[in-house]
């Protein structure tokens, strides 16, 4: 019996784009918080994914695509840190200003020390503690090897527990 | 969250990166998927068709940027709504055709042009479409009709009159008949007119 088309596509073709949106767009939110603040986090936001739309038909891999979209934010998040010199981030933002969401709300105090971080230490830090991620897929969104992300993590860690007292 | 992926969706759309937009629509049989293409709308899924396995077809067929934009089906939604409570008889609607070719777009255009309340046979949409004799091959286009409702396959029947088949069930196409008054509501009503 021939095999269907239909499971033919589903399994060579990449998934329809919203899946990913809706798998992963909150740990790609809550990366960008951590990473450049709640008010900027949205346009980084828009950035990372018309940035992953406009690659995504010609991904040859849809092995890790969880991983790729943490990459292409962590990119944009340094993108950001660079068109504003590395600024220190405001640590007081009306909560208001994001409306009623639903989202679990991340303590604020302690990303705002986050964001002051180095940026591979920053974006270890949110990757780790934002989304959850193993060392070996932190590695794979900074670009890095394990060993090397597992050091900026610690590095991080390290000076966040100096700056909590 | 909800807004930021609204926003989202506008800017690819601004930026040509909307391949295939989509949104799930009421209707009196369940929901419905629509998608639509910058060319128009390419997919109606009835409510028994599974919308994740329709999603990733779209995907593989026309391309994986597909995205959920509710917004731009605003008209759509308006006109399905209209015709569902029988006061729309004529969508005004752009169609992207791609998902048809040959014989079966030509069968599929002929189906479209059949006028509310009206029925044909599969004999002659085979011949409207070219191949008189290719009647089986009629009622495949019918039944791969990817626009459901808005190209009227519900309006193509047997010669004798019978009901033939319909891809959301044969009691969903009774009730469209129905509702554009080509059917009494009781089957044995019908057979004897």
Redesign the interface.
């Known amino acids: 019996m021939a095999v269907p088309q239909?499971l033919i596509?589903?399994l060579?073709?990449?998934?329809?784009?919203?899946?990913l949106?809706d798998e992963h767009?909150?740990d790609v939110?809550a990366v960008l918080r951590g990473a450049v603040g709640r008010t900027d986090a949205?346009d980084c936001?828009?950035e990372t994914?018309?940035a992953a739309?406009?690659a995504?038909?010609k991904l040859g891999d849809d092995g890790n695509l969880r991983g790729w979209l943490l990459t292409i934010a962590h990119r944009k998040a340094i993108d950001h840190h660079r068109a504003n010199g590395r600024r220190p981030l405001p640590i007081a933002e009306p909560e208001d200003l994001a409306?009623a969401?639903a989202?679990p709300e991340l303590d604020e105090g302690i990303w705002a020390l986050v964001g002051a971080l180095p940026p591979k230490q920053r974006a270890a830090v949110a990757l780790r503690y934002a989304c959850d991620l193993p060392h070996a897929e932190i590695a794979a969104a900074l670009g890095c090897s394990p060993a090397a992300a597992r050091r900026s993590l610690h590095e991080g860690i390290k000076r966040l527990r100096r700056e909590l007292g | 969250m909800k807004a930021e992926l609204q926003r989202l969706a506008d800017r690819a759309a601004v930026e040509g990166l909307l391949d295939v937009a989509y949104a799930r629509v009421d209707s009196p049989f369940g929901p419905l998927l629509l998608a639509s293409t910058p060319l128009g709308l390419v997919k109606v899924s009835l409510p028994n068709y599974e919308a994740e396995e329709t999603l990733e077809e779209l995907a593989a067929r026309i391309s994986p940027r597909v995205l959920e934009a509710p917004a731009r089906f605003d008209d759509a939604r308006r006109q399905l709504d209209l015709y569902f409570e029988g006061r729309l008889h004529e969508f005004d609607l752009p169609l992207d055709w791609q998902l048809s070719k040959g014989f079966r777009r030509r069968a599929l255009r002929a189906i479209d042009r059949i006028p509310y309340g009206k029925t044909r046979s599969y004999t002659q949409i085979a011949r409207s479409a070219g191949n008189e004799r290719a009647v089986r091959a009629a009622g495949t286009a019918c039944g791969a009709n990817p626009i459901p409702i808005v190209v009227p396959c519900h309006r193509v029947l047997r010669s004798g009159g019978a009901l033939g088949g319909y891809g959301g069930g044969l009691p969903m196409k009774e009730a469209l008949l129905e509702m554009e008054g080509v059917l009494g509501a009781d089957p044995r009503e019908r057979s004897q007119t």
């Open positions: 239909r596509h589903s060579t073709a990449l998934p329809p784009f919203q899946s949106l767009a909150a939110m949205e936001f828009q994914f018309l739309l406009r995504y038909p409306g969401t989202e």
